[in-house]
């Protein structure tokens, strides 16, 4: 086995944060709950961004903001998450990269499907209220992985909300037996219970057989996936 290029390498959402403080007011007039997070539709993604203040855009995403936090502590890291041809595509790459993380999934071109954003409210009393459109993400096919970049990574690591898309769903799965046959590590989070009762069964599969060295998980979404 070579010597690892990357100490991780990370699949998931491309998302960009997009904040701007609000009132009690405003969330009560759009029909959002505080401190809650809901999945939007474009049109209401367009709606809602009208309705907002000025804001500030901060790439995020589950997987991109663990890799950050790595690139900060020194660690090498690469990303794998697709964005759309537009200006939030453009401001996800630049963030990324700009952290260090090595960032070469192609756009995703000629789709009327736009990058992903996540359109937050910030009340005064710090409450955030999260308003996500997964647009362009939900669409990462395997031939945008580089299987070669996977082979290079020590820890390969799946962020599990993008297992409910099928198309990325199969990414993941063909990135894990890359990652297997060069003898790296697996790593896999769990998100979110909604995503365990949607695919328990391939989730336990994938652990039952051995295809995951390193499982990341709250007691919530343990208690999910082993239905206690």
């Not at 959402?13 to 401190?35: F, R, S, Y």
């Not at 474009?42 to 901060?58: C, F, H, K, V």
Request: hydrophobic share 50%.
């Amino acid at each position: 086995m070579t010597s690892p290029r990357f100490d991780v390498l990370a699949i998931g959402n491309a998302i960009v944060d997009v904040m701007a403080p609000a009132d009690d007011a405003l969330l009560a007039k759009e029909g959002l709950t505080k401190g809650g997070m809901m999945l939007i539709d474009a049109d209401r993604a367009t709606s809602l961004y009208a309705a907002m203040g000025p804001a500030q855009e901060i790439s995020g995403g589950s997987a991109a903001n663990t890799l950050a936090g790595m690139a900060a502590m020194g660690c090498k890291c690469a990303f794998i998450g697709q964005v759309a041809d537009d200006q939030l595509g453009e401001v996800f790459a630049h963030d990324v990269r700009a952290l260090g993380i090595d960032y070469a999934t192609p756009v995703r071109a000629g789709s009327d499907v736009p990058t992903a954003r996540c359109l937050i409210l910030v009340t005064p009393d710090g409450q955030r209220t999260m308003n996500t459109f997964l647009g362009a993400s939900q669409f990462l096919p395997a031939s945008a992985l580089d299987a070669a970049m996977i082979q290079e990574a020590a820890v390969l690591y799946l962020e599990g909300y993008l297992w409910d898309p099928e198309e990325p769903r199969a990414a993941m799965r063909a990135a894990i037996d890359a990652a297997r046959s060069a003898g790296r590590k697996v790593a896999f989070t769990l998100s979110d219970a909604f995503v365990i009762d949607r695919h328990r069964a391939d989730f336990l599969d994938l652990l039952g057989n051995g295809q995951i060295d390193i499982l990341f998980s709250n007691e919530a979404e343990i208690c999910s996936l082993a239905e206690v």
